[in-house]
């Protein structure tokens, strides 16, 4: 299946390489976040900045604090495809500085971040369902908790919220994985044997989908205390759980400037969560890079992404349409 999908688009692609020359569109870089979801909405643009609007793509691996500053400081890169607007404490005043142009929900349902245990541990141990369960009895989850890796916002936010609850006082190691998908395969590694298993995920993606968990009931959503949190600096943190999650593709304004038509693309392309879960559980399933799951989505959602184009874009892909 994926050789079939693969192909049919090479063919399209040739095709237009070989008939027409490239639009007036430049160079644009735009980021891959460390995770599956942003991956795929980089892979997807990627496709249709380049074939619709024959743009240069450069993609550029980053994770969110990096790629703000770098945006911050630089320009560049042109675009953020994914961004927890939430849980980053530099986006807003970026953008009121005019440094940041926020183009689109890029997941139009929103985002879930929560701490989580295997939905089978919850069933033979209810209790631990609650934060104070958990610390009366922290090995029943292994005694510890897995966080995410250095420089994604949740990393200094889980951190902060961490040392608020006493937790290594209390008995709960946090351990950092080194990348995504260590993290994920932590969560694949204790279905497997039924272990112990707590930390940190979020929705969409094909790993909640696939292994069923259940969030911990920890504590309310605290604005100023959240805000703390998600500082280095924070003097005194005290707990917040996460709030509904506004996940956002942003771009720098020198590109919407430099590059309208490819920006108003960008305004367009947006996933409800039950599409990416879709794709993201097709991409594990089929032990797929994030190219082959991109021409998944585009070759089983075209009513969708064909809305996204404008009419000169629509005419490079028909083709690919039909």
Known sequence: MKLNLLGS?????????????????????ITEMDWASSAVVTAVSKFLMEQ?????????????????????????????????????????????????????????????????????LAETNPELTTWEGIMANPAAVGGRFNDCPSGWACDIINNNNLIALKAEEGGLER???????????????????????????????????????????????NAEAHTCNGSVDCANPSFSAYPAAKVVTAASQAFVDREPAVAELMRNVSFTNSQMGEVLAWRLDNNASYDEAAVYFLSSNKDVWGSWLNDEAKGKLAALLK
Do not use: R
């Not at 929103?110 to 089978?120: D, F, L």
């Not at 995504?180 to 112990?196: C, F, R």
């Open 175 to 221: 351990f950092q994985h080194g990348s995504g998908e260590t993290l994920q395969s932590s969560i694949a590694a204790a279905y497997a044997d039924k272990a112990p298993w707590l930390g940190y995920y979020w929705a969409p993606t094909a790993v909640l989908g696939k292994y069923p968990m259940v969030a911990v009931t920890v504590g309310e959503y």
């Open 52 to 120: 619709g609007y024959g743009c240069e793509v450069q993609v550029v691996p980053s994770s969110t604090v990096p790629a703000l500053v770098s945006l911050a400081e630089t320009g560049e890169p042109d675009l953020l495809t994914e961004v927890w607007a939430n849980s980053t404490p530099s986006y807003e005043p970026l953008l009121a500085e005019g440094k940041l142009v926020e183009l689109t929900s890029v997941l139009s349902d929103g985002g879930v971040e929560a701490w989580w245990i295997p939905a089978y």
């Open 9 to 29: 688009v090479a063919v399209v692609s040739a095709g237009m390489f070989g008939t027409s020359a490239l639009a007036d569109c430049g160079k644009v870089s």
